[in-house]
C-alpha cells in the first residue's frame, strides 16, 4: 500500500529549467525524508524535515514541510542532467521506511 | 569502511532454483534491513535485524524466503524456489540505533542492491 502520494510520476526537462515535485499523505508525520536514487543504484538520503513549515536547503534543491507536516515539495532551480534520478519521499516508523512510488525525472542537455 | 556491500551485483537463475544474497552493513551499525524494489516502485520493507535477532518480517516475505544474521554482522537473505515474481532489486541497508533515552536512528544507508532475474 502507497501510503505517500508521488506527482508528477514522470518529469522530462530541458537543462536550465525549474521544477517541483510533491509528496502528499492523510496521515500526519513525525519527519519525513527525500531521497535520491539512480539507475542500478540504492537510494540516498537527501535530507530529513521534522517541523511543519521547515525549509531546507540543499544547493539548487529546496525542500519544505507543509505546515500541517502532511505533505512536501521538493524544488530544483536550473536543473542540470546530473539532476537525473528517481526522487522518493520516505516516511519512517520505528526504524522501518515507507517509500512512495517516486518522481523519475530526466534532464536533458 | 566502504558503506554497505552487496553481492552478487547481478543474479540470473532458472524459475524453481534457490538463490541467496549477502549483505555487508557498515560495521559500527546495529540494524540491517533488507527492502524489495520492483520497476516503477519505491522500494517495500522486507525485514529488519537488530544485531542477531530478526524483530520484524513484512507479510510480503512469504515462506519461501529466509534471511539471518548470524553474529549480528552479514546477512543473508535465501529464496527458495524462485518464481518470475520474485525478478526484483533487493536492497540492503544498516543504520545505528539507540534506545536511551528515546529511540534514534543515525546513518542509515543503502547499498547498490541484488538485481535479480528470474528466467
Known amino acids: 500500500t502507497q501510503l505517500l502520494e508521488q506527482s508528477p510520476q514522470f518529469l522530462s526537462i530541458q537543462e536550465g529549467e525549474n521544477l517541483t515535485v510533491y509528496c502528499n499523505s492523510s496521515s500526519v508525520f513525525s519527519s519525513l525524508q527525500w531521497y535520491r536514487q539512480e539507475p542500478g543504484e540504492g537510494p540516498v538520503l537527501l535530507v530529513t524535515?521534522?517541523?511543519?513549515?521547515e525549509v531546507k536547503k540543499l544547493k539548487r534543491l529546496t525542500f519544505q514541510f507543509g505546515d500541517a507536516r502532511k505533505d512536501s515539495s521538493l524544488h530544483i532551480t536550473a536543473a542540470q542532467p546530473g539532476d537525473t534520478g528517481l526522487y522518493l519521499c520516505?516516511?519512517?516508523?520505528?526504524?522501518?521506511?515507507?517509500f512512495g512510488r517516486g518522481t523519475q525525472l530526466t534532464v536533458w542537455p | 569502511d566502504t558503506g554497505v556491500s552487496q553481492d552478487p551485483r547481478h543474479k540470473i537463475t532458472k524459475r524453481g532454483q534457490n538463490v541467496t544474497f549477502r549483505c555487508d552493513p557498515i560495521?559500527?551499525?546495529?540494524?540491517l534491513y533488507w527492502y524489495r524494489q520492483t520497476l516503477g516502485q519505491g522500494p517495500e520493507f522486507l525485514t529488519y535485524f537488530q544485531n542477531e535477532a530478526q524483530l520484524e518480517k513484512s507479510r510480503l516475505l512469504s515462506d519461501r524466503f529466509s534471511a539471518e544474521r548470524p553474529k549480528g554482522s552479514f546477512s543473508t537473505l535465501e529464496i527458495q524456489r524462485t518464481e518470475q515474481g520474485d525478478s526484483a532489486m533487493y536492497l540492503c541497508?544498516?543504520?545505528?540505533?539507540?534506545?536511551?533515552?528515546?529511540?534514534?536512528?543515525?546513518?542509515?544507508?543503502f547499498g547498490s542492491g541484488t538485481r535479480l532475474t528470474v528466467v
Open positions: 560495521s559500527e551499525h546495529n540494524r
Open positions: 520516505v516516511r519512517s516508523t520505528l526504524g522501518r521506511l515507507y
Open positions: 524535515v521534522v517541523t511543519g513549515g
Open positions: 541497508a544498516s543504520s545505528l540505533v539507540r534506545t536511551r533515552p528515546y529511540l534514534v536512528h543515525y546513518g542509515y544507508t
